[in-house]
């Protein structure tokens, strides 16, 4: 009981966490438990995602995981001046995973895996305070990853992996804060871009010190996303000539940037588990997100984001409660890249404290079952964008956000 | 085992909780933003087309939706405020018809030409909006375009039968309860707790917009003798509107008055420059030829014979330089002398024209409708009739300084009173002559620039050069809220101007 007890309070310790931007780190139902921890933790296929390397330290030959999580997030927004305010009505969200691994000798190991490191899903209400920024977006891209890993010595491994990425992004937004067609519909634009695709890699090596202590560190390259068809489509346009908004391609880019974790995990008391992950996201190269209608009558969308590279603070914990049952436990802290004066409602997020828990179910020797819930909570935070030009004048669109995720986890792990 | 369960169930629930994120301090809290010592439940409205939400010389739904009250009344929403009914219009096209006849023209909106010059046009397409077909009111927006002060008060005002004789007004004719209904009383009728009166502008803008062309009716305390262009006496303002007070107060509502701006600050009058006509040196002799007698000869006799003074002979000199020249213009301030010239051997056709001439100068105001007539031919066969220099400018395109003075006077007494009331009964007044004045002087910095009068660009002025855009409507909201909140202790939230558009682009 008084483990329990233990884990209840680790799980809703109260510190401060975040790994902000469009980063979404929900790849794996284990690891989410632990705070999303995995670099140095060596008990299943996520690993695959984590840190390749340890694959060729896997018991079984094979190994399967996979799962999902529906996300409800919430964003809420208000002008204390005006009384504007609007709360999004985004849909679910669902990132998934499934990973493979095979060991093919003693000291060889193969990881396949497909995941969803990085997405985005807000929907405000059409026509609210912040529609010229934003209406809508959704941004989800799809890796898929193989990799291949060699066991030096007992004490270290090493991997190397190819990764290809399947991006769709679509954004909804109007043109200005007041520009209506005859009838007072406002005039926005939808930007559509599917089937983006590109490459990158990732290194990886594990290193255990003791049979209860492993060291690990994983990197995964930048990758960008471009595009130049993406579609623009103009609804709700005036007829007149100083409009000459015509349905268009676009080009953009969008970076999926390059990200380190190095971590330890500790084995102790026979059936607890420590991990501690630190994650730098070098968001850096967020510079801007521009929009490059090909059109020439109709202006560029500039748009700087001007991100900073930001870090997570991970830390998980689990406890082999019985034959049967595991239970983690862990806490995040997420540090937001985003800068003061760049704040915009399409990526609402600041630092943030995220509370993971969950538990493994043992159907049998090969089959489990992995449940995982994680609850982001944002302090409320008074923020503005400051770059938004109309006319040659910059227009500042600011107030209160308060954000919340609320995540529920499912997932199987097969073990032959 | 349970335990977990329990754990884990506790821990979802948590989640559930906490789903929708909550501020500490919610605009949608009551208590956040303060009502005062006012009731704003039921608001209601009562002025004119500036109440109304009229623009672009028509009302239209989208200008309705940006009423100054329907901004108030949505601000209100945060102090209390109930639902706020407008007699909104079928359609975006403005214009009105009566029986299937059209009988107010469609709105203007900003084209293009095909030179690529914008200017405003009227819109093209049939309005739907129909008079006979009545819109169930009363409405918390009162406002009816083109009401003067004590129109409010009159009975049959809102008859359909009325619309056709020129005895009621289309618009009220619209949602008057009953043929014999008044304004005032259909407003009273809603039992507000709050009201706003702004009304008074008619009684002296349409004296201006006509260039003068009514009569100042300072004295006659008789209203029903007033034609639609005259100049309503102060002491007859100051006495309606005392009544209208009373009225809209019998149910113990608190509101706000709000005075009557200076209307020769607006577009209409600032927009067309005095000098407009351009003339070469050869040209400018060969005019200046035509009245060297006139100027020389006549104007002196007339000074000498007791027909005119000095001061207006030298008004009524006419001399063309080589640039940019005042137009002539036919002024009925000054003496008739037309049938002074035609006894002294003057063809009638010259006396006519010399009859009551004069060249525009600085403290005129030429209204907006003189761009379409200025240096047109007035005789298309006839190159010497070109209009401001071979033939004169017509009287109701120029706003004279003796006009002007005119309707200083009114406005001021009309204003006087208005103060007067809002203090003598504890009501929010509203100087929208001072912040139109700023407005127009200097411009109100907002967050996407600055709204000034400058006509289509300003941002504050709709295509007619009278009425004020959304965004002008929104400013004048702001301006409304302010002074309640002085008057009443509340903090209603205003709006950002910057939110509200402009004019609107539309090429037929």
Redo the contacts between chains.
């Keep these: 009981?008084k483990k329990?007890l233990f884990l209840?309070v680790f799980?809703l310790a109260s510190a401060v966490m975040y790994a902000g931007g469009f980063r979404v780190n929900l790849q794996g139902n284990k690891s989410l438990a632990m705070g999303h921890t995995g670099v140095a933790v060596v008990n299943n296929a996520e690993l695959v995602f984590h840190n390749p390397a340890g694959l060729v330290f896997l018991e079984n030959r094979l190994s399967i995981a996979a799962g999902g999580f529906p996300v409800?997030s919430?964003?809420?927004y208000?002008?204390?001046?005006?009384?504007?305010?609007a709360?999004t009505d985004s849909g679910v969200g669902t990132p998934f995973y499934i990973y493979a691994s095979y060991q093919a000798t003693d000291w060889l190991a193969f990881g396949l895996g497909v995941y969803t490191p990085y997405g985005s899903e807000v929907t405000y209400p059409d026509d609210w305070?912040g529609s010229h920024l934003v209406n809508n977006i959704d941004l989800a891209a799809i890796y898929f990853q193989a990799s291949a890993a060699i066991k030096v010595n007992k004490f270290f491994s090493f991997s190397a992996g190819f990764i290809f990425v399947n991006g769709n992004v679509s954004l909804n937004r109007n043109l200005s804060?007041?520009?209506?067609d005859?009838?007072?519909n406002r005039s926005e634009v939808t930007v559509d871009a599917s089937g983006v695709n590109d490459t990158g890699w990732t290194v990886s090596a594990l290193f255990n010190v003791t049979d209860n202590f492993r060291l690990g560190a994983t990197y995964r390259s930048l990758i960008r996303l471009e595009t130049d068809d993406a579609t623009a489509d103009f609804e709700n346009i005036?007829?007149?000539?100083?409009?000459p908004f015509e349905d268009t391609t676009a080009s953009a880019e969008v970076p999926l940037p390059a990200e380190i974790t190095v971590g330890l995990s500790y084995e102790f008391y026979d059936k607890w588990l420590f991990a501690f992950d630190l994650q730098t996201t070098y968001w850096s190269e967020f510079e801007n997100l521009d929009i490059d209608f090909a059109d020439p009558l109709i202006p560029d969308s500039v748009n700087p984001r001007n991100y900073e590279t930001a870090s997570t603070y991970r830390f998980g914990l689990q406890y082999e409660?019985?034959e049967r049952?595991t239970?983690r436990g862990g806490y995040y802290y997420d540090e937001s890249p985003i800068q003061a004066g760049f704040f915009s409602p399409e990526t609402p997020r600041n630092d943030s404290n995220n509370y993971t828990?969950g538990?493994t179910f043992d159907v049998n020797d090969r089959l489990q079952i992995d449940?995982s819930?994680l609850?982001v909570?944002?302090d409320?935070v008074d923020a503005s964008f400051d770059f938004f030009e109309?006319?040659g004048?910059l227009?500042?669109f600011g107030g209160?956000y308060?954000?919340?995720a609320?995540v529920?986890g499912l997932g199987v792990t097969y073990k032959l | 085992m349970k335990n977990y369960i329990k754990i884990t169930a506790a821990i979802v629930a948590l989640g559930f909780v906490s789903c929708d994120p909550e501020f500490d301090n919610s605009v949608d809290d009551a208590g956040f933003f303060e009502s005062g010592t006012a009731d704003f439940s039921n608001y209601v409205a009562v002025g004119n087309s500036l109440t109304a939400g009229f623009a672009d010389n028509a009302l239209y739904i989208t200008a309705q939706e940006t009423s100054y009250p329907n901004i108030m009344a949505n601000q209100f929403s945060f102090v209390g405020g109930g639902e706020f009914t407008q007699p909104l219009t079928d359609d975006n096209i403005g214009g009105l018809l009566l029986g299937g006849t059209q009988i107010q023209p469609n709105r203007f909106v900003l084209a293009f030409d095909a030179a690529g010059n914008p200017g405003p046009v009227v819109l093209e397409g049939t309005p739907t909006t129909d008079v006979a077909t009545s819109a169930v009111g009363p409405f918390n927006n009162m406002g009816v375009p083109g009401a003067k002060s004590f129109e409010l008060l009159a009975p049959g005002y809102g008859s359909v039968a009325g619309v056709t004789q020129g005895t009621a007004n289309p618009y009220f004719a619209r949602f008057a309860t009953s043929d014999n209904a008044t304004v005032i009383a259909d407003a009273v009728s809603l039992n507000p707790t709050f009201f706003s009166l702004w009304i008074g502008n008619n009684d002296i803008l349409s004296y201006a917009t006509s260039g003068g062309s009514g009569v100042d009716q300072l004295g006659n305390l008789d209203p029903s003798t007033y034609e639609s262009n005259d100049i309503t006496d102060p002491n007859v303002f100051a006495s309606v509107y005392s009544d209208q007070v009373t009225a809209l107060m019998s149910g113990g509502a608190q509101g706000a008055l709000v005075n009557i701006p200076d209307v020769t600050s607006i577009p209409f009058f600032t927009t067309v420059p005095t000098q407009s006509i351009p003339l070469d040196a050869a040209t400018a002799g060969v005019v200046n030829a035509q009245f060297g007698l006139y100027n020389t000869q006549v104007l002196p006799l007339l000074v000498g014979a007791g027909i005119i003074s000095q001061e207006e002979a030298d008004l009524r000199v006419v001399n063309f330089t080589a640039g940019v020249n005042f137009p002539i213009m036919t002024d009925d301030d000054l003496t008739d002398v037309t049938n002074i010239l035609i006894s002294q051997g003057i063809d009638p056709a010259t006396a006519g024209l010399l009859g009551q001439l004069r060249q525009v100068n600085d403290n005129d105001l030429m209204v907006l409708l003189a761009a379409g007539v200025l240096g047109t031919l007035a005789d298309p066969s006839n190159p010497a009739s070109v209009i401001g220099v071979g033939v004169p400018l017509a009287d109701q395109f120029v706003l004279a300084a003796s006009e002007q003075a005119r309707i200083s006077t009114a406005a001021a007494g009309f204003n006087a009173a208005i103060e007067g009331l809002a203090a003598a009964n504890g009501l929010a007044f509203v100087d929208a002559r001072s912040a139109l004045a700023e407005v127009a002087a200097t411009g109100v910095p907002f967050s996407g620039g600055v709204l000034t009068s400058q006509f289509v660009t300003g941002g504050a002025f709709s295509l007619d050069g009278v009425h004020p855009t959304p965004r002008g409507y929104a400013f004048t909201a702001n301006v409304i809220i302010n002074a309640i909140n002085a008057q009443y202790g509340g903090t209603i939230p205003t709006v950002d101007i910057g939110n509200f558009g402009t004019i609107t682009l539309e090429n037929n």
């Excluded at chain 1, 005036?238 to 409009?243: K, L, V």
Aim: proline share 7%; charged share 15%; no cysteine.
């Design positions: 009981m329990i209840a799980t409800f919430n964003v809420a208000q002008n204390t001046t005006t009384g504007e305010s709360e305070a804060r007041t520009l209506t005859l009838e007072g005036p007829n007149s000539p100083a409009t409660a019985s049952f239970l828990a538990l449940a819930f609850y909570q944002f409320e109309e006319n004048v227009v500042p209160t308060k954000s919340n609320f529920p």
